[in-house]
């Protein structure tokens, strides 16, 4: 069964950090780009990150830019998510996202993993 | 960045009727137009692709059309399983991908 399996959530102080992992399952890892998707209680979806295969392209949102660090490990069949500098409203449930060959659609979702950032 | 408008944001609909959801985008993204269903306490599943192209799974009274700057997701006859929230997302290589605000689909 293909799946993705997020861990590494939880409740965090302002200015603190969390890596977030993403494991895969079912499917050739190394063959996709993976990116991470974040959405607020309640809200829509934010696009925050995503990785080439190969780790050599790596995008941000600009909310998150020069806070957060994506990466990859191809042998564990992981990804990660580095958060420093966590704000109030980096608040949020985060998902990894499997992109699709040549479309920039995501296929396969995780389940989430719950980030909350509060004194 | 380019910048995705839904609308209209919410509508009521009945079993069996038709229903149209627009997306609209600040520039043109070509077909690079996704669409996704979305249920409470659930992660988003892909319904289109490159505007117009069904995911495999997904039943055939979803359908998608449009290009360049607007873009629209037709449910042919609506379904008790499809009254959900509804995300059109862009990917334009030049602009990172972003999604519209929702459309939430209700009885």
């Known amino acids: 069964e293909v799946q993705l399996v997020e861990s590494g959530g939880g409740l965090v102080q302002p200015g603190r950090s969390l890596r977030l992992s993403c494991a895969a399952s079912g499917f050739t890892f190394d063959d996709y780009a993976m990116h991470w998707v974040r959405q607020t209680p309640g809200k829509g979806l934010e696009w925050v990150s995503g990785i080439t295969w190969n780790s050599n392209t790596l995008d941000y949102a600009d909310s998150v830019k020069g806070r957060f660090t994506i990466s990859r490990d191809n042998a564990k069949n992981s990804l990660y998510l580095q958060m420093n500098s966590l704000r109030a409203d980096d608040t949020a449930l985060y998902y990894c996202?499997?992109?699709?060959?040549?479309?920039?659609?995501?296929?396969?979702w995780g389940q989430g993993t719950m980030v909350t950032v509060s004194s | 960045d380019i910048q995705m408008t839904q609308s209209p944001s919410t509508l009521s609909a009945s079993v069996g009727d038709r229903v149209t959801i627009t997306c609209r985008a600040s520039q043109s993204v070509s077909n690079w137009l996704a669409w996704y269903q979305q249920k409470p306490g659930k992660a988003p599943k892909l319904l289109i692709y490159k505007a117009s192209r069904l995911e495999s799974g997904v039943p055939s009274r979803f359908s998608g059309s449009g290009s360049g700057t607007e873009f629209t997701l037709t449910i042919s006859s609506l379904q008790p399983d499809d009254f959900a929230t509804y995300y059109c997302q862009q990917y334009d290589s030049s602009s990172p991908w972003t999604f519209g605000q929702g459309t939430k689909v209700e009885i």
């Open positions: 996202a499997r992109e699709t060959f040549d479309s920039g659609a995501f296929d396969i």
